[in-house]
């Protein structure tokens, strides 16, 4: 076994280590549910915080945010719960690997362990963003590139496009026209 089938098998173990811890099913979606439930904090409990210190003063806000706190991480996770739902990691990697040779920006010859990584960037990433346009987040995902690509060695500019074709699939848009296989 190469390296590069070495890499595919642990990406795809990482894959599909998909279980639910809650419920016991496959039906994970640790990083919607973890995003949605921070969103769900933050906002809820400033909201609340807000709302119960216009009527109860500085100590009321204080106890209302953290109120507001906790009904935001518990609304958010369900909504980040259900935003993940939609992406299933193990389906995802398949879809790619059976179809990045037909993308214009894979290069002949390039394993699908070089170009994984930045799918799998982009899927969750939309998820993470999922109020946002790509072009919005793309400085955003440039930054944060080297912390995600693994064992990638796929600069930006040659990630970036992997990254946005992942995107709009999990987006429902159709990806930009391929190139025929040779």
């Known amino acids: 076994m190469n390296s590069v089938d070495k890499i595919e098998k642990i990406q795809t173990a990482h ?14 979606h640790v990083v919607g549910t973890t995003i949605g439930a921070i969103g769900g904090a933050a906002v809820g409990g400033a ?26 991480a518990l609304a958010g996770g369900v909504a980040g719960h259900e935003i993940g739902k939609g992406v299933d990691p193990a389906m995802e990697h398949e879809y790619w690997r059976d179809n990045y040779l037909t993308r214009p920006y894979a290069l002949s ?12 960037y982009g899927w969750e990433a939309r998820v993470y963003h999922h109020d946002q346009s790509f072009d919005q987040v793309a400085p955003h ?31 429902g848009k159709n990806p930009p026209a391929s190139k025929t296989k040779e």
């Open 141 to 171: 995902l440039q930054r944060q590139w080297s912390a995600h690509r693994g064992t990638s060695t796929l600069d930006w500019e040659q990630a970036k496009h992997a990254v946005r074709d992942s995107w709009n699939r999990i987006s």
């Open 47 to 72: 909201i609340t915080g807000a709302m119960v210190g216009t009527v109860a003063g500085p100590l009321g806000t204080i106890a209302g945010a953290a109120g507001g706190a906790v009904v935001g």
């Open 109 to 120: 010859g390039m394993p699908y362990g070089m170009y994984g990584p930045a799918y799998q």
């Open 15 to 28: 894959v599909d280590a998909n279980g639910d811890a809650i419920h016991g099913s496959g039906d994970s």
